[in-house]
């Protein structure tokens, strides 16, 4: 499965009936079938047989509808924070791999030799920090920004982007030393790696700290509650139309739960996370651009509406 963002125009208002791609219903469509065709049956049997089945008043089903609609949204809040702040996390990540490079080209010598690798390692870096948040091979994804050695070592290192940052400070340390740059400098280079440390450490927590799994499970209970016994409250009133007024309430329900998944993981191989190679590639590109380099690789745009 390929993990990115949705990115499309906006749809007709008919169009908005029947647009498959970047909605949720290809992940709810059997939930909402298995709902259907539970309604179709008690429907049948209210009216083939009639008292065979227990018919329940609809004001219960108003009240907890109500309520589950209100939890829902919260938990869909709470994730789509995650998001966002994963999304913010790699805004800043592009801001300041820009700074560093640029920085790099300003302090350190101009024979470019350090500048070429600090240059190239922060590509590295970003690479190997989206291969780690979604589970792939970190050295195969930054192994190609390295210097020969350090690509080769990566794949034992524990943590391979937190790697890559220490070399790029064992680098500006024996500049320092060299007297190639002076203190001040070396501190405001470090402070760049820091702050690349410091994305890393979020991005982390966000990925290691997943919300409550008790709360996304007793969500997940209620809707499936809720839509297997509204249709003994809909046979009365809503009649033959009961399965589709039960798949419809079935659509809404499960559709925010699953949207709630996908918005939870924003690292994750699934449609309505974040575009991670889209921002390495313009990291890429700007960085290469910095250093001279003229044969670029181009933006990554959306294929069939995925941008990845």
Known sequence: MT????????PSALGLLFTLRGSIVPRIALRILVIAAVSAAITAAHHFRP???????????????????IFLGFRNSACY?????????????????????????????ADGAVVQRVTRRTIGFAHALAARLRGLDTAEAAGPWLPADEARSLGTR????????????ADF???????????????????????????QAACERIKTTPTPFAYTLLLHRTAWLFCLLVP???V????????LVAAILAYAFFGLDALGDELEEPFALQPNTLPLNALVRIIEIELLEGLGETSLPPLLIPVDSLLQ
Not at 86 to 91: E, L, S, V
Not at 158 to 169: C, F, K, V
Not at 173 to 199: N, P
Request: proline content about 7%.
């Open 51 to 69: 008292g065979l089945l227990p018919e329940l008043p609809a004001t219960p089903f108003t009240l907890l509808g109500l309520g589950l609609s």
């Open 232 to 234: 003994f409250a809909l």
């Open 3 to 10: 993990g990115g963002m949705i990115v499309r125009s906006r």
């Open 236 to 243: 009365s009133s809503a009649g033959a139309a009961a399965p």
């Open 158 to 169: 524990a943590n391979p982007p937190d790697s890559i940052l220490r070399t790029m400070t």
């Open 81 to 109: 924070d995650r998001w966002w702040e994963a999304r913010k996390q790699w805004g800043q990540l592009v801001t300041e791999a820009r700074c560093l490079a640029r920085e790099v080209s300003a302090l350190l010598p």
């Open 173 to 199: 340390g024996d500049s320092l030393r060299r007297g190639d740059i002076g203190e001040v400098s070396f501190a405001t280079l470090e402070a760049r790696v820091a702050s690349l440390c410091a994305i």
